[in-house]
């Protein structure tokens, strides 16, 4: 096993966590620690803390942990609270110019377990490059949140994005999964979506979720529809689709529409003059204007897609 000891970082998004993070910190220092004595991990491997703009003492706490238990902790504060997403980029960054050869990210509150990430080691020992955790059940969730995240699952499903439902941020990148991110500069990345789209080589391993210890979840409805949103604008150009599709059923009704008019008119004579002209002309232009919009979106898409500038392809292997 020793040839296959590799350096472990774990990254841990922080806002306003002062009542857990330093218990949370401690127990993953066990954690490390268990996975060292089993020789699977090298000694120096380390945790790493974003606090993503805390307005509590969270930082303080950070450095006093820093203070005690030396560069086994390491991290980095943010000006301001960017969101869980922006700070999750921060850390595998952040840990990517440091080095490591792996990276687990995982909640502050420990809600998901942390004994899986030995489990996600082994995983990537046996070739993994993304060890992505699901969850068992919703259990600790709120009903509002437990069937908005399904939604948002079985929708990103239907938009071509093929994310398995109860997918969390808690999984394992190889340095190699981390390389690959460097390339891609856009602004919104989903990481959910991005990792499950690369296409290396994923290992799936569930957990169970706990209920929060101390302090309140940090996500409220307004964060989470705009999580969502990002995550579907980010992958789909979909929804432009849709207004074009839209547009082109409007005018095959409309033609419809004129057919049933005409027949009213000039068969049945129940129509009041003027009448029909005016109703197929606004069906006609209405679903017209729709159409338009739509090609217009289909511009939009691929300026959409241009401006992330993503890589055009990863090559998995190359013979020279
Ligand atoms: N978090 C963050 N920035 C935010 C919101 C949350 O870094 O703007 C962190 C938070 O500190 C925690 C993780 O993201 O480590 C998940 O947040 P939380 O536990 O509140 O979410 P929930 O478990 O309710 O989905
Ligand atoms: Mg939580």
Request: net charge neutral; proline share 2%.
């Amino acid at each position: 096993m020793s040839e296959n000891k590799s350096r472990l970082a774990i990254i841990i998004p922080c806002f306003n966590e002062e009542l857990v993070v330093k218990t949370t910190v401690e127990t993953l220092l066990g954690v490390l620690d268990n996975i060292i004595s089993k020789g699977k991990i090298t000694e120096d491997s380390y945790i790493y803390l974003i606090d993503d703009g805390s307005k509590d003492k969270t930082w303080e706490i950070i450095e006093n942990l820093r203070a005690t238990y030396g560069d086994r902790i390491k991290g980095t504060k943010f000006i301001r609270n960017y969101g869980n997403q922006k700070a999750l980029i921060a850390g595998l960054t952040g840990v990517r110019e440091i080095g490591c050869d792996c990276v687990v990210s995982i909640d502050a509150d420990l809600q998901q377990d942390e004994n899986a990430i030995e489990t996600f080691v082994d995983e990537f020992h046996k070739g993994a490059d993304i060890v992505s955790g699901i969850r068992n059940d919703r259990k600790t969730d709120s009903f509002f949140k437990k069937y908005t995240a399904l939604c948002f699952y079985k929708l990103m499903n239907i938009l071509g994005v093929k994310i398995p439902p109860n997918h969390s941020d808690f999984r394992l990148v190889s340095r190699r999964g981390l390389e690959i991110l460097g390339q891609y500069s856009e602004e919104g990345l989903f990481l959910r979506g991005f990792f499950h789209e690369l296409g290396l080589k994923t290992a799936y391993v569930h957990f169970n979720v706990k209920p929060r210890a101390l302090g309140c979840s940090k996500y409220n409805f307004f964060s989470l529809t705009s999580l969502a949103l990002n995550g579907i604008t980010a992958f789909s150009i979909v929804p432009l689709r849709i207004i074009a599709a839209l547009g082109f059923l409007t005018v095959l009704g409309s033609f419809a529409l004129a057919f049933e008019v005409l027949v009213e008119k000039y068969l049945l004579h129940t129509t009041p003059s003027g009448w029909a002209t005016l109703v197929i002309l606004l069906a006609f232009f209405g679903g017209l204007q729709i159409f338009c919009l739509g090609i217009i979106g289909e511009y939009l898409g691929q300026i959409f897609n241009e401006v992330k500038g993503r890589p055009r392809y990863i090559k998995d292997i190359e013979l020279k």
